[in-house]
């Protein structure tokens, strides 16, 4: 049994835990609320079970292909803007949070110059706000700015 | 003869420059709200809705009803090139049509996809036209019971989905099912596993999900492997070959009639009814191993499905007044305004208008092959663009798909969870696909099953007296039976199911 099959194994059994929980909680009869939840928590226990006594103990687990340690850096920067700019956007707007974010990421995708990124995160940020904000009329966070 | 008549009478009606031209503008709308992922059928129906406003009854319905099978073959663009199912029913689509993409067979993908979908599309509408009172009659006989028996029957395809863990595909499923159950409980007014958050009240929706663990993780895989481009050597043909398209035939005929019969059953959503009709082609087909490695033919059910789905769906909308998927309760609001109720009476009062819309229908999938054809040797070059320029693209896009849901960011929050977790699960090598069958499935089932049993006070016995959900449930039982035999004990099955001959020893 591999690390990540015993902690598949974990995370099965606490989400049966979770479900049990849940399904007693708001238990009102056969086919009720927390019918559905006992019945997945029922499935939770019985998977978590399948990875904790796997048989596949005796055999060799192939090694998980993690990224290597510059790409790790890239995925967790790609990771961080797309956090930040879920949570920035918001704040600063549709047109200046996503020509930011664009410049950022094209700038660590593809290493280009500056010039390059900013007219891409620009031309980028111009087109999909004409079609999703004017167009269709979306109401994209306009942030501090009111833009 | 008499039906014949009525249809070519609404030819001459459906062949006007103004309702062809609307036929036309609904076609375009429709493919273009099919390729953006941030809105779909549904939405795009509702949004189109008041600028008909000034439009006769016939032209306003042809225009809006082309939109919502318009959105069919537009939604398959984005799944083959960027593994971005543009619908939900296109998420099956992703699964053969995206490696045929990374092949170098975008052409041949897009390709199928528009001819299937002209194919199947086309078949629903004769069936429409000839077999839409009686049929409709017969889908109101299937009640919650045997609905029951369709979702555990669809259910078992999870295995044929679970790649080389079965152990792993169920895992998947059942947290699909789990995520299902999130929100309040519509019948009770209960909430479940909200944790008192306000945001999850509301449950968790299928498209920042999806958008998740098929886009944004894709993304982050592509920048592991440092991807300069989905393809980036010179394109192979963007037509598929006489041989492939023979090959096909069989996969758009059983799709269309996996497709128009399901689409007929209220609740059956296009979206359930792909996976449906890609299991059968992989059970049926000579080459399961190619399956979600690029097989022509797993583009081709699924997009065919999803289009006889839509023509089967206006069999209960016309003959009887239900929608049957949101998209045709919007569009049934469109019927509405104008003070059409649609029904037996709407044949019987207003033929011209119905079947000058049936007949519209005929031209409107004419027209979308026209349209998407050219536009393949375009599209295909989609997949050549550097992909520091598309990632950053399908980055975006996922943002505004998953914000467009409900306008909020606690879905887009959601699609960024489900795109690592996405990404983590490929690295366990956790299918994901089960994942999202179970989450569309679940929720109908729970339904079906709560409604068998307040027929019968409670008691399950329904669920195994029905003749029909009998059957159901024993096809589920033999499916599931035979793809595990299949797996563990005879080699060569097991060969082309898992698609690994070293896995078969």
């Not at chain 2, 663009?77 to 593994?83: D, R, S």
């Not at chain 2, 979908?117 to 009172?133: D, E, H, N, Q, R």
């Not at chain 2, 409709?136 to 045997?146: R, S």
């Not at chain 2, 909308?317 to 998209?327: E, H, K």
């Amino acid at each position: 049994m591999s690390v990540a099959d015993r902690i598949l194994g974990i995370i099965l059994l606490l989400l049966a835990l979770v479900c049990l929980v849940e399904g007693i909680r708001v238990w009102d009869g056969m086919g009720g609320t927390g019918f559905m939840p006992v019945i997945m928590g029922v499935v939770f226990g019985t998977l978590s079970l399948g990875f904790l006594v796997s048989r596949s103990q005796n055999r060799e687990s192939p090694p998980i292909p993690w990224p290597t340690k510059g790409n790790w850096q890239k995925i967790g920067f790609i990771s961080l803007s797309l956090v930040l700019y879920t949570l920035l956007v918001p704040w600063i707007g549709y047109l200046i949070g996503t020509t930011l974010f664009l410049i950022g990421l094209v700038r660590a995708m593809g290493r280009v110059r500056w010039g390059y990124g900013l007219i891409f995160g620009l031309v980028a940020t111009g087109f999909t706000y004409i079609i999703f904000k004017i167009w269709l009329n979306m109401p994209f966070p306009v942030g501090f700015l009111g833009v | 003869m008499a039906t014949f008549d009525l249809l070519v009478n609404g030819f001459s009606q459906a062949l006007t420059p103004t309702n062809l031209l609307f036929a036309l503008i609904g076609s375009i709308l429709g493919t273009l709200v099919g390729v953006l992922p941030g809105i779909g059928p549904t939405s795009g129906i509702a949004i189109l809705l008041p600028l008909t406003s000034f439009l006769p009854p016939t032209p306003a319905i042809i225009m809006l009803a082309a939109i919502y099978y318009g959105a069919m073959y537009g939604g398959s663009t984005t799944a083959i090139l960027v593994n971005i199912p543009g619908e939900l029913s296109s998420v099956v689509t992703t699964l053969d049509g995206y490696q045929m993409a990374r092949q170098g067979r975008a052409g041949p993908a897009l390709a199928i996809a528009a001819i299937s979908s002209f194919v199947a599309g086309t078949m629903g509408i004769i069936g429409l036209t000839f077999f839409a009172p009686p049929l409709a009659e017969v889908a109101l006989q299937i009640g919650p019971p045997e609905y029951f028996g369709l979702v555990i029957l669809a259910l078992s395809v999870v295995v044929s989905l679970s790649g080389k863990s079965l152990l792993k595909g169920f895992a998947s499923a059942a947290f699909g099912a789990f995520v299902a159950l999130i929100g309040i409980d519509l019948t009770s007014g209960q909430k479940r596993f909200t944790l008192g958050n306000t945001e999850l009240v509301g449950g968790v929706d299928f498209i920042a999900v999806i958008i998740g663990l098929f886009a944004i993780a894709e993304v982050l895989r592509n920048i592991e492997e440092a991807t300069p481009s989905i393809y980036s050597a010179p394109l192979k043909s963007l037509m598929p070959k006489l041989k492939e398209l023979w090959e096909c035939t069989g996969a758009m005929l059983r799709a269309t009639g996996v497709g128009f019969f399901l689409g007929i059953l209220p609740g059956c959503t296009p979206g359930a009814i792909s996976f449906i009709a890609y299991d059968l082609e992989k059970r049926v087909s000579k080459n399961k191993d190619q399956f979600g490695k690029g097989a022509i033919q797993g583009v081709a059910a699924p997009e065919g499905a999803n289009n006889a789905t839509t023509s089967g769906g206006f069999v209960p909308l016309l003959a009887l007044g239900i929608p049957p998927t949101p998209a045709l309760a919007v569009l049934l609001s469109g019927f509405m305004i104008y003070g059409l109720q649609p029904g037996p009476l709407l044949f019987e009062k207003q033929p011209q208008f119905v079947w000058a819309v049936i007949a519209s229908m005929y031209i409107g999938n004419v027209m979308l092959l026209i349209l998407n054809l050219p536009l393949v040797g375009l599209w295909a070059k989609m997949v050549a663009v550097p992909y520091y320029i598309m990632g950053p693209m399908i980055l975006l896009f996922s943002f505004i798909g998953a914000f467009s849901v409900r306008n909020n960011f606690f879905d887009v929050w959601t699609a960024l969870f489900f795109g690592f977790l996405g990404y983590l699960m490929d690295k366990v090598k956790v299918p994901t696909t089960p994942m999202v069958l179970s989450l569309i499935l679940i929720p109908m089932l729970e339904s079906a099953l709560r409604q068998s049993l307040s027929m019968a006070a409670g008691s399950p016995v329904l669920l195994f007296t029905r003749p029909l959900t009998l059957i159901f449930l024993i096809a589920g039982v033999l499916m599931t039976i035979f793809s595990l035999y299949a797996r563990y004990r005879k080699p060569k099955i097991k060969e082309h199911l898992l698609g690994d001959k070293e896995e078969a020893k």
